[in-house]
């Protein structure tokens, strides 16, 4: 089983031509997700060979969809350009469009998340890795040889922090990983991953990564405590940022006690999350409970 993505999603990519588009399109046609093509208005009717495929270019992701049957959108395209991509693929009534693009303007991706109101497409990110459900299919840029199939279910706010989990829980191995994207406003959060990893029979367990700065931990804690039957184990990245100081990768403000990754541990740990003060720290948590069942 797995949550969002599996082996039989068909996937496209709006900015398949492009260097990154091109380049990524390479590596999840390596890690055998089926990719049926991409989307460039300027290229449509042409054709491009990426890892050993030749994949059509369509002029619009509704064009895409109808030709091949895709239910699953990868958006590389430039910041200026990813609203009006996610728009057009919510438009064409895609599943799930995963939204790699960092540095969109916030403004952007909040009419975005109000546009999705009452459509039946998922979105994931902007500014994220991306979904993998190792052995089946990849959607996004995380590099696929790291972990194998297992009952672990993981949720995080950053891209190179769902890198390192993985590695370090390659022993045990993954149902579907999905990096959610550290943006003040995502499509996908915590909270949603969680619900759709207590539905999946695989899923045994769940490792959730967050970071300093908005309120998001702290409210996937109270569902945690209201709705989550299995275990649980977190790591929040930022224990030794300074207080009052905007940091980069979250665009948040850590004001107080608010926001901060002590605050974040506490709400956790007080429905009985364990929560690592290391990204290692926390796969150990996670390995005794795997073992001790």
């Known amino acids: 089983m797995s949550i969002y993505l599996n082996k039989d999603s068909k996937i496209i990519v709006q900015g398949m031509t492009g260097g990154m588009g091109s380049k990524h399109t390479t590596l999840m046609v390596e890690a055998g997700s089926n990719i049926v093509g991409g989307v460039n208005a300027r290229k449509a009717g042409t054709t491009v060979e990426l890892g050993g495929k030749e994949l059509p270019v369509f002029g619009s992701v509704e064009e895409a ?19 009006d991509a996610c728009i057009e693929a919510v438009d064409a009534g895609i599943g799930l469009l995963v939204v790699i693009t960092e540095g969109v303007p916030v403004q952007d991706t909040a009419q975005v998340f109000a546009y999705l109101e009452g459509k039946s497409t998922r979105m994931i990110g902007p500014n994220c890795p991306g979904v993998i459900t190792p052995e089946e299919s990849l959607a996004g ?32 191995g993954f149902t579907t990983a999905i990096g959610i994207g550290g943006d ?38 109270a569902y945690i405590k209201d709705n989550v039957t299995k275990p649980v184990v977190g790591y929040v990245a930022g224990f030794t940022a300074p207080e009052g100081k905007t940091m980069g990768h979250a665009g948040a403000i850590v004001s107080g006690s608010s926001g ?22 926390t796969a150990q948590l996670m390995r005794e409970i795997l073992e001790s069942r």
């Open 65 to 83: 969809m109808k030709e091949t049957g895709a239910d699953v959108s990868v958006v590389f395209v430039p910041p200026a350009f990813t609203k």
């Open 184 to 221: 003040p406003i995502i499509g996908t959060t915590h909270i949603d991953a969680l619900k759709a990893f207590e539905e999946d029979p695989e899923t045994e367990a769940i490792v959730m990564i967050g970071e300093i700065g908005g309120d998001a931990e702290e409210r996937a804690a």
């Open 260 to 281: 901060t990754a002590q605050a974040k541990k506490e709400a956790l740990e007080a429905v009985g999350v364990k929560v690592g003060k290391t990204p290692s720290e």
């Open 141 to 172: 840029i995380t590099p696929h040889t790291i972990a194998g199939k297992g009952p672990i279910g993981l949720v995080s706010k950053s891209g190179t922090l769902t890198y390192q989990m993985m590695y370090e829980l390659r022993d045990y």
